[in-house]
C-alpha cells in the first residue's frame, strides 16, 4: 500500500474527473457509492450478482430483506443530503414513520419506556422498498451503468494496484474464463459474506486484518395482519430489546401495507423456529406476554424466515497492505449484529464521508485516506454494537476482550439505559445517540451526566404503557 502522500493514481484520475470505476455489489452501499463516484468518473459500472426485480419484490442476494429494516435519524439525515427529496419519497410510498419512544410501545434492562413526546423517528417499512426507491434514484444517472446477473469472482492488478475486476456472467458457461472490466477504482459492496480478502491474496495483495464479535444471535421474522386492540391507533409497534439477563429480543413494526413484521431472535443453542406454532410458543421467552397474546389474535401472511449470520465483522482495509485503486464500503467493510438495526444507517454515511473526501480540495483523497473516511464514518455505529454485544453471554471472536476503557465505559452505560426509559433527559440523549444522530459525547452532557452519576433512576411505568403521554404544558 503506497502511503499517503505518495502518488496514487486513482485517486488523482478520480479527482481529475477522469475515467472508470466499477462497484461490485447493486444494494444499498453500492448504489449510494455509485452515485457520489458519478461525479467524480466518466462512468460507473455497477456489477450484480442478482437481476434488479420490477418493483419492491425480495431478491435472493440480499436474503436479510425479508427482516425487519428500521431506517435510524443518522442514516435519514445522510439519504436526504445525497439524493434530496428522498424522505418525502419513502414517506409518499407510505413507508411508517414512527415516533420513539411516543408511537411504541418499548422494553429495555426491565423497564418500560415512558411514552414522553418522539424527540426521534425511524421509518419502518420494508427494506426491498427502500432500495427500489434509492435504485431509481440513482440509476436514472447516466453516467452510472449496471451489469445485471453478474458475479465479480476476482481482481485484476497486483500488490500495489488494482486494475479492475473479473466477472462471470450467471447466464453464460460457467467453466468459461471470467471476462476482464479494466477500472481505476474498484468499490467493494458485496455485503457481508465479501470474498474480497481471496482475491486480494490472489493477486498478491495484501488481506485486511478482521476484527469479530459473534453472540450467535439468530432471527426468525414473518408478516402479520393483527386484530384490532393492542397495536393500533396511537401504539405502532412494540419491541423489547435483548441484554445480558434478558437475552431474548422482539417486537411487531409496521410496514407500508397496514400489516406488521413481527420478530424474535435468541442466542446461540436458542435460536428462534421457523415452524408457525413453534415460532408463536417462542415469543413466551419475551419478558411481557404482549407479543404472544396479539400474535394468538392476528392472522399469518407468510411463512416464517430465519437467519443466522449476525456477527459484528470489521475489516480493516485502512492499515498498510491495501493496494491503490480498492475500497471497501457498506456490510463488506462494517457488518454489525443486525438487531441494532444500523447497516442502512451507516451504507447512507459512508457514502457521505466518500463524497465529502472526494471533494475535498485541501488533501490529495489517496485510497487510504479515503478507506479512512469510510471506515471513520462506521466508527460510532460499531463501538455501540460490539460495545454491546462484549457483554452477551457465548460471545466470540477476536475483537470480544475491550479492555479497561470499554470497563468504564459499560458501567456508565448501563446507568444510562436504568435512567433512559423514565427520565426524559436522558432517554432524549440515548435515542439521539443510537440512532447515530448525535455523537456518543451526548451522553456526557451536563445534564445528562449529573442525572446517570447522582440521581437514581425516575420511576417508569409498571406495565406496557397503552397510550403516548401528553406533552408538558
Ligand atoms: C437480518 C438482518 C436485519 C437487518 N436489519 C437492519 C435494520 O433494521 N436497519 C438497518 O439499517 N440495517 C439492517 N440490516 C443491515 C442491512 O441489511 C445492510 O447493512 C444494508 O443492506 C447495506 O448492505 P450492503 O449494501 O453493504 O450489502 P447487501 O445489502 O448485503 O448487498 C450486497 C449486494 O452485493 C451483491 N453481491 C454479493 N456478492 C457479489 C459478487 N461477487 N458479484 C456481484 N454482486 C455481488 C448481492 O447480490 C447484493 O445485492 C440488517 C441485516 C440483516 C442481516
Redesign the pocket.
Known sequence: MKSAGEKDRWSEDVGRGGRHAVV???????LLAAHVLAAHVDRVTV????RFPDGTKPRP??P?GR??????QG?QVALESLLPGFLAELGEAGAPRVGMPSDMVLWQTGRWFRRVPATTHIYTGS?AQLEELVRRRVLANPVISTAEG????GLLGDASRVRGVLVRDRSGDARAEPRQLAADLVVD?????T?AAQWLATIGAGTPQEETIDTGLA?ASRIYRGAKGILDGDTRGYYAYPDPEQVHAGGALPLEDGTHLVIVSGLRGDEPPTDDDEFVTYTKRLPHPLLHRWLSEAEPLSPAFG?RR?ANIRRRYDLPGTPAGFLAT???LCTFN?IY?????V?AMSALALREALADRRRTPTTRRVQQALLAASRQAWDISAGADRKMPGAVGSAVDGGPADQVAGWYLRRVQERAPGDPVVGRAFRAVLTLAEPVSALFAPPVARAVLFRPPLPSPTEPPTAPEEPAA
Open positions: 461490485v455489489g447493486g444494494s444499498l452501499a453500492g456489477v450484480e450478482r442478482d442476494g440480499v436479510q427482516h425487519p429494516h428500521v431506517l435510524l442514516g427494506r453478474a458475479d465479480v469472482v459492496a458485496s455485503g457481508s459474506g470474498k432471527y437467519y449476525t457498506g456490510d463488506a443486525p438495526g444500523q447497516g442502512m444507517a451504507a
